[in-house]
Nanobody, 127 residues
């Protein structure tokens, strides 16, 4: 089993930076794709970024490409999402997720590809 706890959300202004962390319990997290999703009020949960278990492949939504960076520290069982040049449209609850399968060398972008979820952390960006 994998349990995920996000932190680092908060309030910011357009152009600011925030760094989200996802602390995992369970040794298998380091063997799974790590992902970040977000959900704004009234909208469906959407893919933000994903990173394979060994850090070899990264994936980003077009809306965040060039501004957000996903990374992980497997020694600390933690994943990160560095968010730069934030925009008001980035306002959402951000969720960390871990894939269902082990040792995948590619990542899906659908919520159904991920079997473990954190509780979410709110990010609010004002203009």
């Amino acid at each position: 089993q994998v349990q995920l706890v996000e932190s680092g959300g908060g309030l910011g202004q357009a152009g600011d930076s925030l760094r989200l962390s996802c602390a995992a319990s369970g040794q298998s997290f380091r063997k799974r794709v790590a992902g970040w999703f977000r959900q704004a009020p009234g909208k469906e949960r959407e893919f933000v970024a994903a990173l394979t278990w060994n850090g070899g492949n990264t994936y980003y939504a077009d809306s965040v490409k060039g501004r957000f960076t996903i990374s992980r520290d497997n020694a600390k069982n933690t994943a990160f999402l560095q968010m730069n040049n934030l925009k008001p449209e980035d306002t959402a609850v951000y969720y960390c997720a871990a894939a269902r399968t082990l040792y995948a060398n590619s990542a899906g972008s659908a919520p159904s590809d991920f079997g473990y979820w954190g509780q979410g952390t709110q990010v609010t960006v004002s203009s």
